[in-house]
């Protein structure tokens, strides 16, 4: 399985960015993905997540700002982020769940850095 983020990049707060995951090696739609960031000094943590059947998760950090969705027909994972903070600011990573719900992830991308500035 391969992961490719691709999106990430320096906004000021308060503007959107969003987010692509392309995978391939995979039959896409029968697995839970999800997105995951880590900040310097910080522990990894899950953003969002979305079962294989539409079922989506939030942070409660992101929720109201944040929205996962996924193309099966192209294989590719979104995240819309808008309303940006500096908080957000932390590389994302695409996660590729190891069932159909988000409980596991059993493959990760390289990430795609995300800046907020102030």
């Known amino acids: 399985v391969q992961l490719v983020e691709s999106g990430g990049g320096l906004v000021q707060a308060g503007g959107s960015l969003r987010l692509s995951c392309a995978a391939s090696?995979?039959?896409?739609?029968?697995?839970?993905m999800g997105w995951y960031r880590q900040a310097p000094g910080k522990e990894r943590e899950m953003v969002a997540a979305?079962?294989?059947?539409?079922?989506?998760y939030y942070a409660d950090s992101v929720k109201g700002r944040f929205t996962i969705s996924r193309d099966n027909a192209k294989n590719t994972l979104y995240l819309q982020m808008n309303s940006l903070k500096p908080e957000d600011t932390a590389m994302y990573y695409c996660?590729?769940?190891?069932?159909?719900?988000?409980?596991?992830?059993?493959?990760w991308g390289q990430g795609t850095q995300v800046t907020v500035s102030s």
């Open positions: 996660a590729h769940g190891l069932g159909p719900t988000p409980h596991e992830f059993d493959y």
């Open positions: 090696g995979s039959i896409f739609s029968i697995y839970a």
């Open positions: 979305i079962s294989s059947v539409g079922s989506t």
